[in-house]
């Protein structure tokens, strides 16, 4: 049972990864995922089932903090529908087919989760650091082809990872289709969410083997990701406007800082399991 001081610190830190949403355009889920491990493993969630409720509640709270910044950038006249489409349309499929290989089984447990985030993080911190910003596309174009191979990859990484794949997005969009990073941004808020409620309805319709609160359906534990939920209504939006007057530097420095720390905290836990 989670205590009330328990409820203000998931709301609060829930915040930070709900500025990032919207800041950076990753969907909240680099903050959430640390957040999740400690409160659902403090219930009583355990290996193969503590990575489905991470994952499952991590994408569930992202339906939110996407939403939002994806309506703030509208608000703000930085909306890409078209973009939005073809990379969303690719990698709902892949998402909700790669939860469901993960679910069918046991062999994606808390080892092979904590492996596979740890190198998503590295990689592309090291990406972020050491490419330099990359002059943006003139042509306002861009063949569908590029979006397409983003989401479906994306959707992928969805799915393993609970990050929303804007991990993804926005480097392979700035890096390989030579977008500006705040358009980028944009349009990876615009996908998330669809991604996120694709999975997220899938989860809420699976049984969980491990009931930890009365107030659970599925794997996603309500106690846990409505303090996250409110608090993306206070700061996404910020998170949103103080991208728009950055600098593409200063957005990628901030990307790179944040994925390395959490890079680091997810290194010293894998470094326990052998001591």
């Given at each position: 049972?989670?205590a009330?001081?328990?409820l ?7 915040s930070?990864?709900a ?8 969907g909240?889920?680099?903050?959430y995922?640390?957040i ?7 219930l009583g ?7 489905k ?11 939110f ?22 990379t969303?349309v690719t990698?709902i ?6 939860t ?5 089984g046991?062999?994606y ?19 972020m650091?050491l490419?330099?910003a ?11 082809l ?5 989401g479906f ?16 997005m926005?480097?392979a969009?700035?890096d390989?289709?030579?977008?500006d ?13 669809f991604f996120?409620l694709?999975v997220?309805l ?13 107030w659970q359906v ?13 608090s993306?209504?206070?700061l996404a939006p ?14 990628r420095?901030?990307f790179?800082?944040f ?17």
């Amino acid at each position: 049972m989670l205590a009330y001081t328990d409820l203000i610190i998931l709301f609060l830190l829930g915040s930070i990864g709900a500025f990032l949403s919207g800041f950076l355009g990753v969907g909240g889920g680099i903050i959430y995922i640390p957040i999740l491990d400690y409160f659902l493993s403090k219930l009583g969630f355990t290996d193969d089932n503590l990575v489905k409720a991470i994952l499952a509640n991590s994408l569930f709270t992202i339906i939110f903090s996407g939403t939002v910044s994806s309506y703030k950038q509208y608000k703000l006249g930085n909306f890409y529908p078209r973009e939005i489409f073809f990379t969303a349309v690719t990698g709902i499929v892949t998402a909700v087919l790669m939860t469901m290989l993960i679910k069918s089984g046991t062999w994606y447990n808390k080892s092979v989760f904590n492996y596979v985030f740890a190198s998503m993080l590295l990689f592309i911190a090291l990406r972020m650091f050491l490419k330099k910003a990359q002059v943006p596309n003139k042509s306002d174009i861009i063949k569908p082809l590029g979006y397409y191979i983003t989401g479906f990859i994306a959707g992928i990484v969805t799915a393993m990872s609970g990050l929303g794949g804007g991990l993804v997005m926005t480097p392979a969009f700035t890096d390989l289709l030579k977008m500006d990073i705040k358009k980028a941004s944009a349009i990876s808020n615009g996908v998330i969410p669809f991604f996120a409620l694709a999975v997220g309805l899938l989860n809420l319709s699976t049984p969980s083997i491990k009931n930890v609160s009365e107030w659970q359906v599925g794997y996603i534990v309500f106690p846990v990701v409505i303090p996250m939920i409110l608090s993306t209504f206070f700061l996404a939006p910020m998170g949103v406007i103080i991208s728009q007057k950055a600098n593409q530097k200063t957005i990628r420095l901030v990307f790179a800082g944040f994925i390395s720390l959490v890079f680091i905290k997810t290194l010293f836990v894998i470094v326990q399991q052998y001591l």
